[in-house]
Nanobody, 120 residues
Framework: EVSCRRLGGGLVQAGRSLKLSCAAS????????MGWYRQAPGKQRELVAS???????NYVHSMKGRFTISRDNAKNSVYLEMDSLKPEDTAVYYC??????????????WGQGTLVTVSS
């Protein structure tokens, strides 16, 4: 069983920063790609950013330059630093990971979402 401990989230004023973290634990052999998604009220869940095990990153264009994704493989953790937050960044943010529980089996794991509310 795999679970994820989330830190961060909450209410923040526009223009401020916030950092999210997600630390996976359980029967983990290795974690490959990790990422953050978000779902705003009334909208579909969308990718925010992803990071490969080796560190290469991918950002949705609108968030590039404001958001920074990073990871610590030793801690099975992924982070999202969000700067210059805007009200339209208000959403539930989810961490996502491709988790291997042994050398032959990988599954896609979704963490529980954490609400980020940006006030104007």
């Amino acid at each position: 069983e795999v679970s994820c401990r989330r830190l961060g989230g909450g209410l923040v004023q526009a223009g401020r920063s916030l950092k999210l973290s997600c630390a996976a634990s359980g029967s983990i052999f290795r974690i490959n790609d990790m990422g953050w998604y978000r779902q705003a009220p009334g909208k579909q869940r969308e990718l925010v950013a992803s990071i490969a095990r080796g560190g290469s990153t991918n950002y949705v264009h609108s968030m590039k330059g404001r958001f920074t994704i990073s990871r610590d493989n030793a801690k099975n953790s992924v982070y999202l630093e969000m700067d210059s937050l805007k009200p339209e960044d208000t959403a539930v943010y989810y961490c996502n990971a491709d988790v291997m529980i042994n050398k032959d089996y990988e599954f896609n794991y979704w963490g529980q979402g954490t609400l980020v509310t940006v006030s104007s």
